[in-house]
């Protein structure tokens, strides 16, 4: 089975797409895929489709779901390439276990499982030192995302937090990457797409922060210290909070030291929030819109 969640939904099997149209379905396979290899209950389902208050139709419903999923992947088991068919059933694939249902994910593609894998590569050369290292790990992992999980696939209360976790993952890779670009010295390289990052997140402590130092290094001391003001005004307005120690900390650096000067050796994540590898350095994190 092949799973592709980083965009939109694809699954498939021997080649042949199982993803089905109809909205329900979609969702039903989507948490099945999300969760592959893993029972997820009757319950979970349910509320995921109706949220806390189902139909009494609930259950007949969701097994006509199943079985149309089914069908898809005895399809699949037919039509894919390398033959072999025969051998298993759209029951070997799709199990019902007691309380549930567990999608096969078997030895298939999962993009979900690549990022983590690249992702967690990349944290550990990152700890290493091995800045140019974890930068290429960790654009490869980033490059699997080919747009916001589960894009277009409608999301119940099971599903919405899953994309949420997914995006604070793919966010903790990217302030990795981004660190590591500017402890190899890539600031300039850098300016265009954080430029892009702090609209998109406009409250996010730690990309300001590697916006703040690539800006300065690139000789743009006024414009450094012009998004810590603008980020300050945005927290106190919508969270009523400061800026926290380690980016106040970096704006007094950079304010003291000059047009020439160089501040502290490292982003946010790295030299200021002092967040672990692999975890997200954003404390106050608010998507622009």
């Known amino acids: 089975m092949d799973i592709g969640i980083l965009g939109s939904l694809a699954v498939g099997e021997r080649g042949v797409s199982i993803t089905p149209t109809a909205p329900k379905p979609r969702q039903v396979l989507a948490l099945l895929a999300l969760h592959a290899d893993q029972v997820v209950t009757v319950g979970t389902l349910t509320e995921e489709l109706w949220g806390a208050a189902p139909p009494r139709s609930a259950r007949p419903t969701l097994q006509t779901y199943i079985l149309q999923l089914r069908e898809h992947i005895a399809c699949a088991l037919r039509q894919g390439e390398g033959g072999g068919a025969g051998q298993r059933c759209a029951k070997d694939v799709l199990l019902t ?46 490059e699997l995302w080919s747009g916001p999980a589960l894009a277009d696939v409608h999301a119940g209360v099971h599903l919405a937090t899953e994309i949420r976790r997914l995006e604070e993952s793919r966010l903790c890779a990217l302030d990795q990457r981004i660190e590591a670009d500017l402890r190899l010295g890539r600031h300039r390289e850098l300016l265009a797409e954080l ?86 350095a954003a404390g106050r994190l608010a998507p622009a819109g």
């Open 97 to 142: 276990v007691p309380g549930g249902y567990l999608l096969k994910g078997g030895q298939g593609a999962s993009d979900l499982r690549d990022f983590e894998r690249l992702a967690g590569l990349g944290y550990r050369a990152m700890d290493a030192g091995d800045y140019a290292g974890a930068a290429a790990r960790l654009s490869e992992a980033l």
């Open 195 to 280: 430029t892009v990052l702090v609209s998109r997140y406009p409250t996010h402590e730690s990309l300001c922060g590697q916006y703040m130092l690539a800006l300065h290094r690139s000789g743009r001391r006024g414009e450094a210290l012009n998004a810590y003001r603008q980020l300050r005004a945005r927290l106190v307005r919508s969270l009523g909070l400061e800026p926290s120690a380690a980016l106040a900390k970096l704006q007094r650096s950079i304010l003291v030291s000059g047009p020439a000067g160089a501040p502290a050796p490292a982003g946010m994540s790295a030299a200021g929030a002092s967040a672990p590898a692999g975890t997200s």
